[in-house]
C-alpha cells in the first residue's frame, strides 16, 4: 500500500509565500517522476511542476521564477516552494509520484490566495 501524505496548504494574501510538502510511503520503489498538480473550481486538473529521479524540473508556464520544485530521494518526498503567489493560483494541490508500474497521487491540499 502506498500513502501519499500533503501538507502545507492554506490561506495567504496575494505577493505571499507558502511551501507544499509530500511524503510517500508504503511499498514504493524505484521512483521516477515526483510532481504537483492543481485544480481549480470548474478546470480541468493541470501539471504545475515534476522533478526527475535525476534533478530535471519542468514547470507549468504560468508559475516559472516564482515556485521551485525539489526531491529529496532518500527520504522519498517532494517540495513545493511557492512564491509571489496571485489570486489564480487558487485551487487544490495534488502531489503525484510515478514509478515504472504505477502512478500515485495524494489526497490534496487547498491553497487560497487572497486578500
Known amino acids: 500500500q502506498v500513502q501519499l501524505v500533503e501538507s502545507g496548504g492554506g490561506l495567504v494574501q496575494p505577493g505571499g509565500s507558502l511551501r507544499l510538502s509530500c511524503a510517500a510511503s508504503?511499498?514504493?520503489?524505484?521512483?521516477?517522476?515526483m510532481g504537483w498538480y492543481r485544480q481549480a473550481p470548474g478546470k480541468q486538473r493541470e501539471l504545475v511542476a515534476i522533478?526527475?529521479?535525476?534533478?530535471?524540473?519542468n514547470y507549468a508556464d504560468s508559475v516559472k521564477g516564482r515556485f521551485t520544485i525539489s526531491r529529496d530521494n532518500a527520504k522519498n518526498t517532494v517540495d513545493l516552494q511557492m512564491n509571489s503567489l496571485k489570486p489564480e493560483d487558487t485551487a487544490v494541490y495534488y502531489c503525484?509520484?510515478?514509478?515504472?508500474?504505477?502512478?500515485?497521487w495524494g489526497q490534496g491540499t487547498q491553497v487560497t490566495v487572497s486578500s
Open positions: 508504503g511499498s514504493i520503489f524505484s521512483i521516477r517522476n
Open positions: 522533478i526527475t529521479s535525476g534533478g530535471s524540473t
Open positions: 503525484n509520484v510515478r514509478n515504472v508500474l504505477n502512478s500515485y
